[in-house]
């Protein structure tokens, strides 16, 4: 499978479809989407498999994520919702023949040095989203379409950061 | 009221888990086809010159707000049992600066992040890797962090009560804002094009 | 702007600023619980919620309404305990069978209002709470002068206070039988000593 990738679909309608799901989402099971909470998930449920599920849920922290003593992240919500994410994402770019194994970055950094970025940034994003109690699925998409004050101070700050920071990290992409 | 379905009994909490990774598909799906699956493509946000991240985030935005909003006007959907997310208004504030940095530095949030791994970009493993890591390291600070992270508790603090207007109306002015954001984005990129 | 971006644009400014006029979701009309409250159809007997409970019936959501440390010392048997705030935002399928008590029956009354309110149809309430399940379904008591009524009322508790492990008795003094409005008593529940009624909660012990 060698075909050219096809350029993206417009974000306008990428975003309704993409609004469409959630939407559904409220419908069928009275929630919306997320995604950092299915790392807390698995966080807990590796914990309770490696140090047992009492000293587990003796942390405040992982507790609520063992409520039925090993919750196996598979029967966890936003785990599967997360895994079907990344399903999702594949077959799209499948059929858009966008499948490709590469580091992506900007044109003025190594490769080396984009990964441990990604790295950086990922626990920035890990520790933030703990205490924002979601990211921009959870919080800003899913909060947001409801109304939720927290989940639009969010958006605000994240977008007010990264746009204040951006003259920083111009070795990064640009 | 028929929906959720999960409140008037057409789902069971087994058919929730079957929906979840259904729904995941098409959460993973339309990101990757707006083109959220891609950092570098996503940091451009940031620099100016491809503002889809807005574009896609607010049009799904809209989309869900206004579709709900309307369901629950006409008795389709009852609203007030969708769980509305936590708010923690200073914790979310600074959670929210944090996160802004690590998505600028990453180009990738906790779903696209998804997204990206599946389609075979290593940098997305690596801000998986990090992700498990920042989760991890909060985790074992718990108990430092504690008193600020449960600080400031508003449930069910909706912008209709903050701003003292009613659902419709704040709708309606979310919705003129997000189309002017719009113009706006077309404006900036075809400046910089 | 090419076409499909100004349909959608159009499409999400009407939808959207409709919305602005578009008032609040109708609710149950307050005359229609108002004659409900007076037809006193809003109310279930301790005997016709034994019943439920003796059925089995999956529909049925009781829900208790008093203290923790209230519902620890006793409880009607598939209650859970629950506040009015919860009430108005606990998930339940639409034909769910609502049945609240609480201790005298104010808070059960306003939980009930509200439920209607969101729309639930099948929501009732012990009038007299906990203590009127105490006394007519636990521990039914025939006076020695009872009536055909009030003979026929205990043989219908007879078995529902055996299944729920209580003790029917017989050749009861009228003055010692526990009083409620099921007896004709004041609706303030006046001629109820509260020491009689709790002592016979205590005497439960569960």
Same mark, same amino acid.
């Given at each position: 499978?060698?075909r050219?990738?096809?350029?993206?679909?417009?974000?306008y309608?990428?975003?309704? =479809?993409?609004?469409a799901? !959630?939407?559904?989402?409220y &419908? +069928?099971?009275?929630? $919306?989407?997320g995604?950092? #909470?299915?790392? @807390?998930?698995?966080?807990?449920?590796?914990?309770?498999?490696?140090m047992?599920?009492?000293?587990?849920?003796?942390?405040?922290a992982?507790?609520?994520?063992?409520?039925? =003593?090993?919750?196996?992240? !598979?029967?966890?919500?936003? &785990? +599967?919702?997360?895994? $079907?994410a990344?399903?999702? #994402?594949?077959? @799209?770019?499948?059929?858009?023949?966008?499948?490709?194994?590469?580091?992506?970055?900007?044109?003025?950094i190594?490769?080396?040095?984009r990964?441990?970025?990604?790295?950086? =940034?990922?626990?920035?994003?890990?520790f933030?989203?703990?205490?924002?109690?979601?990211?921009?699925?959870g919080?800003?998409l899913?909060?947001?379409?409801?109304?939720?004050?927290?989940?639009w101070?969010?958006?605000?700050?994240?977008?007010?950061?990264?746009?204040l920071?951006?003259?920083?990290?111009?070795?990064?992409?640009? | 009221?028929?929906?959720?379905?999960?409140?008037?009994?057409?789902?069971?909490?087994?058919?929730?888990?079957?929906a979840?990774?259904?729904?995941?598909?098409?959460?993973?799906?339309?990101?990757?086809?707006?083109?959220?699956?891609?950092?570098?493509?996503?940091?451009?946000?940031?620099?100016?010159?491809?503002?889809?991240?807005?574009?896609?985030?607010?049009?799904?935005?809209l989309?869900a707000?206004?579709?709900?909003?309307?369901?629950?006007?006409?008795?389709?959907?009852?609203?007030?049992?969708?769980?509305?997310?936590?708010?923690?208004?200073?914790p979310?504030?600074?959670?929210?600066?944090?996160?802004?940095?690590?998505?600028?530095?990453?180009?990738?949030?906790?779903?696209?992040?998804?997204?990206?791994?599946?389609?075979?970009?290593?940098?997305?493993?690596?801000?998986?890797?990090?992700l498990?890591?920042?989760?991890?390291?909060?985790?074992?600070?718990?108990?430092?962090l504690e008193?600020?992270?449960?600080?400031?508790?508003?449930?069910?603090f909706?912008?209709?009560?903050?701003?003292?207007?009613?659902?419709?109306?704040?709708?309606?002015?979310?919705?003129?804002?997000?189309?002017?954001?719009?113009?706006?984005?077309?404006r900036?990129?075809?400046s910089?094009? | 702007?090419?076409r499909?971006?100004?349909?959608?644009?159009?499409?999400?400014?009407t939808?959207?600023?409709?919305?602005?006029?578009?008032?609040?979701?109708?609710?149950t009309?307050?005359?229609?619980?108002?004659?409900?409250?007076?037809?006193?159809?809003?109310?279930v007997?301790?005997?016709d919620?034994?019943?439920q409970?003796?059925?089995?019936?999956?529909?049925?959501?009781?829900?208790?309404?008093?203290?923790?440390?209230?519902?620890?010392?006793?409880?009607?048997?598939?209650?859970?305990?629950?506040?009015?705030?919860?009430?108005?935002r606990?998930?339940?399928?639409?034909?769910a069978?609502?049945?609240?008590?609480?201790?005298?029956?104010?808070?059960a009354a306003?939980?009930?209002?509200?439920?209607?309110?969101?729309?639930?149809?099948?929501?009732?309430?012990?009038?007299?709470?906990?203590?009127?399940?105490?006394?007519?379904?636990?521990?039914?008591?025939?006076?020695?002068?009872?009536?055909?009524?009030e003979?026929?009322?205990f043989?219908?508790a007879?078995?529902?206070?055996r299944?729920?492990?209580g003790?029917?008795?017989?050749g009861?003094?009228?003055?010692?039988?526990?009083?409620?409005?099921?007896?004709?008593?004041?609706?303030?529940?006046?001629s109820?000593?509260t020491a009689?009624?709790?002592?016979?909660?205590?005497?439960?012990?569960?």
């Amino acid at each position: 499978m060698n075909r050219s990738p096809k350029p993206y679909s417009d974000p306008y309608v990428a975003g309704v =479809g993409l609004g469409a799901v !959630l939407l559904g989402s409220y &419908v +069928l099971v009275g929630r $919306g989407l997320g995604a950092s #909470g299915a790392f @807390s998930s698995v966080v807990a449920a590796g914990a309770a498999l490696t140090m047992g599920t009492e000293r587990a849920s003796s942390s405040a922290a992982m507790s609520p994520y063992l409520t039925h =003593g090993f919750t196996s992240p !598979l029967h966890d919500w936003l &785990v +599967l919702e997360l895994l $079907g994410a990344a399903v999702g #994402g594949f077959l @799209s770019a499948y059929f858009a023949g966008r499948l490709k194994v590469r580091m992506e970055r900007g044109a003025h950094i190594t490769s080396r040095s984009r990964l441990v970025w990604a790295v950086f =940034g990922g626990v920035l994003m890990g520790f933030g989203a703990k205490l924002a109690r979601g990211c921009t699925s959870g919080q800003a998409l899913t909060g947001g379409a409801l109304l939720s004050v927290g989940s639009w101070i969010f958006i605000a700050t994240c977008f007010a950061a990264a746009y204040l920071l951006s003259p920083f990290a111009k070795r990064l992409w640009l | 009221m028929i929906a959720p379905f999960t409140s008037s009994g057409s789902i069971s909490e087994t058919g929730a888990l079957i929906a979840a990774p259904l729904i995941g598909v098409g959460f993973g799906w339309f990101l990757e086809r707006g083109g959220l699956g891609n950092a570098p493509k996503l940091a451009a946000q940031f620099y100016l010159t491809d503002l889809r991240v807005f574009k896609v985030m607010f049009s799904a935005l809209l989309t869900a707000m206004i579709g709900a909003f309307w369901l629950d006007r006409l008795g389709l959907l009852d609203l007030s049992l969708v769980s509305l997310p936590d708010t923690f208004l200073v914790p979310q504030a600074v959670g929210g600066v944090l996160f802004g940095a690590g998505f600028l530095i990453a180009g990738l949030c906790p779903g696209t992040t998804c997204v990206a791994a599946a389609t075979g970009r290593v940098d997305g493993l690596g801000v998986l890797g990090g992700l498990f890591a920042g989760v991890i390291f909060f985790d074992l600070n718990y108990g430092r962090l504690e008193h600020f992270y449960l600080s400031t508790p508003r449930e069910g603090f909706t912008l209709p009560h903050l701003i003292g207007a009613s659902e419709g109306v704040t709708v309606a002015i979310i919705t003129v804002v997000a189309l002017a954001g719009f113009v706006l984005a077309e404006r900036i990129e075809r400046s910089r094009a | 702007m090419n076409r499909l971006h100004r349909t959608l644009a159009i499409a999400a400014a009407t939808l959207g600023c409709t919305a602005a006029v578009a008032g609040r979701r109708p609710t149950t009309d307050p005359s229609v619980l108002a004659t409900e409250i007076d037809r006193e159809t809003d109310h279930v007997s301790a005997l016709d919620l034994a019943e439920q409970i003796m059925r089995n019936d999956a529909d049925l959501r009781l829900y208790d309404l008093r203290s923790a440390a209230e519902y620890e010392e006793f409880h009607i048997p598939r209650a859970q305990r629950t506040t009015v705030t919860d009430l108005t935002r606990t998930t339940l399928p639409a034909n769910a069978k609502i049945v609240l008590y609480s201790t005298g029956g104010a808070h059960a009354a306003q939980a009930w209002v509200l439920l209607r309110m969101r729309g639930f149809r099948n929501v009732s309430f012990l009038r007299e709470g906990a203590y009127e399940w105490t006394a007519r379904v636990l521990q039914p008591q025939l006076a020695v002068d009872a009536t055909a009524a009030e003979r026929a009322e205990f043989e219908r508790a007879k078995p529902m206070s055996r299944f729920f492990g209580g003790t029917a008795r017989t050749g009861v003094a009228r003055a010692e039988v526990l009083q409620g409005y099921w007896t004709g008593a004041a609706n303030d529940g006046s001629s109820v000593t509260t020491a009689g009624a709790t002592s016979v909660v205590r005497r439960q012990g569960c």
